[in-house]
């Protein structure tokens, strides 16, 4: 059913990397542009709010280990 080998051409392999590379650099915009976009103090008193919130419920609640 499968071929028990594949020929891999140098020109293929050549479009295979360079398809590899726009696809990186394609996400990585994507990635950094949508990073940008995070307000960073936002982001930071989130942060500890929730760290607030989990340390003093954990006087209340106990948490099994």
Do not use: H, M, Y
């Not at 340390?55 to 280990?65: D, G, L, P």
């Amino acid at each position: 059913i499968f071929p028990k080998f594949v020929l891999l051409l140098p020109g293929d392999a050549a479009r295979g990397a360079l398809l590899v590379l726009v696809i990186c650099a394609l996400a990585s915009v994507v990635a950094i542009r949508a990073a940008l976009r995070v307000d960073p103090a936002a982001a930071i008193n989130q942060s500890k709010l929730l760290a607030v919130i989990d340390w003093a419920t954990s006087f209340v609640v106990k948490r099994e280990k």
